[in-house]
């Protein structure tokens, strides 16, 4: 990436008075007020259209030395800053973001400076050290005092126990809808999450530029105001988890980061929406990662996904027994390339288990055979790896497959986000790159500007997604209400593997959890639809080629949506019940829309696309969908002339268009 309009002007430079109290920095559109003030200590505050959101809120960090930078410390001088950008964007839900802010910063002493930034979407601010050495950052202080105790959609991390014990979690959850103050004070929370401020104003907290540093979390901080917290560096690491290809921590240091010199911490965001639709459209994580780091990004290819672990190796109807060997995914290889489909997992089961090398393959495989038959098909091999076997040998594992013609690795189980974790995260993105390979991150963080620095990086779990249905009951997990949740929530962070595409479907009433023949809740079109809404540069189609092969209308619909997209348009959405998008690609427009458990009919506005009298196909809810979930109708139709369409949602129902 690379900005292709950049202007800065100043519009005001000021030398701020050791006695000042209080500054401001406003948005371009003049709604959106940070105000920082050093009277007692640091503390900042933000407003929107007049409106309080953020009562003043302490920040601050403390170093090596046991000083507190910010905290009884003075600013000595500050400038204004005005700013106008466009970002050309890879691998993004739209071609071009643009970068216009106003910030304001502040230098702390003669080795920290506090620069902030206010958007038309939002506010943002990050500490910045100047000096020579690397140091120590023994804490930092982060708090969101909110104005009032309004209600958040807010995940808690999928692990009990201490908040040390909680460390050690995939951010995979459903949100809890409560007020500030009735957050469990003993219970992390991941970001992003929504608060619902007075007048329809709604405020998403996460960070970005997350490099060199642990991820954030936050916790009840009494009354209605959280406060963010960190895992320590880790101290004493030891090889065990999951099929022993994890690093678990058995001891911390007292300090949460090793800080280089000169180093740029990750941003604090709060991003504002005056309409929840704004949400779906706010670029604040993407503009604030870390610009691209990949020169050359041709070779980074988005696509789909036939994929083998949600089915569980699923054939069927098929001369021979389905397993894990390459008689099996020459079928997937020869079903991809039949679609159209660009990509092939070999999901875990490859290598040995329980030795963590991705040298040692089990008899049954022989990759090299599978990529060159691949090859030959236009479908590329993607590999799954454990976090520990990947990184023991990084640099072997990379060059060796990459010179095989592998095209990139999914790599799992990371399971943690202190700064070891982000490291090798970074130093696998790193490694990537330098191999023309492409990452696929399952059991980890939210994305935090990574994927604008390493666009190689293509995608990320960090999701409660379909495969909680290969062993959750209904009671245990209900996935259609976290579904209309997610592009408000854990999309606002950047792309999300759900790994959709179910062709079997359930109600509330048949939905029921199965390993080897799952299904999703909610109906056939939610499932497609879900390819419209869920923003996901590698998408897998996660069912049995068997089924798909079986239903061909809906398979042949899916397998040539695009992955990524020139541009987004929002359309109906409230927020918890039904969420409707338009994207495009090119000259056609994709149009998704899915609701919760409550059937809602819907009249889509799409006159802003400027589509009308166009034909387009439909996929929606079939009449018996409420109780046989599968039931769906393909069908054609022409934008009316005042664009607008009715559109009725089944329980757990979808909706699907495309232009022609």
Known sequence: MKRIFSTLAFFSVAVLCVLAK????TSPDGKLVATIDDSNGLTYSVAYAGQTLIAPSAISMTIDNGKTITIGTKVKAGKVQKHEGTIKAVVYKKSEVQDNYNSLTFQLNDRFSLVFRAYDEGVAYRFVAAQKADFIVNAEQVNFNFA??????????????TIEQQFANSSENTYAHIPVSQTDPKHLSFMPFIVEADNGVKMVITESALENYPGMYVLNNGGHSLKGIMPNYPKEIKQGGHNNLQLKVLSRENYIAKAKAAQEFPWRIIAV?????????????????????????????????????????????????????????????????????????????WAVNLKADLFQVIPEINIKELVDYGRERNVGIILWAGYYAFDREMERVCKTYSEMGVKGFKVDFIDRDDQLALDFMYRTAEMAAKYKLMIDFHGVCKPAGLNRT????????????????????????????????????????????????????GTRSTYRPNNSEPMSQGTRTRQLAQYAIFFSPLNMLCDSPTHYEENPDCTEFIAKFPVVWDETVPLNCELGKYVAVARRSGNQWYIGAINDWTAIDLTLDLSPLKIAGRAA??????????????????????????????VHLAPGGGFVLQTL
């Open 148 to 161: 009032k105790d309004w209600n958040v959609y807010i995940p808690y991390v999928n692990a009990k126990g």
């Open 617 to 646: 196909k439909v996929v929606k809810d079939g009449p018996s969908a409420a109780k046989i979930a599968a039931d769906h109708l393909h069908e054609r139709i022409v934008i009316p002339s005042d664009g607008k369409i009715k």
């Open 273 to 349: 929406a005056a309409h929840e639709k704004d949400i779906l459209t706010n670029d604040m994580v993407y503009r604030l990662g870390s610009p691209s780091r990949v020169a050359d990004t041709h070779w980074i290819k988005p696509g789909k996904v036939a994929w083998d672990w949600w089915n569980n190796w699923g054939l069927y109807n098929v001369p021979f027994k389905a397993g894990i060997d390459n008689r099996t995914y020459k079928y997937y290889i020869d079903f991809a390339s039949k679609q159209g489909i660009e990509y092939v997992i070999l999901d875990e089961g």
């Open 454 to 505: 390493y666009p190689n990086v293509i995608n990320f779990e960090g999701v409660a997604g379909l495969e909680q249905n290969k062993w959750s009951t209904m009671e245990q997990y209900d996935q259609v209400p976290t579904d209309v949740l997610l592009p408000f929530t854990r999309m606002f962070a950047g792309q999300m593997d759900y790994t959709q595409g179910a062709m079997l479907n």
């Open 22 to 25: 209080s500054y401001s920095v």
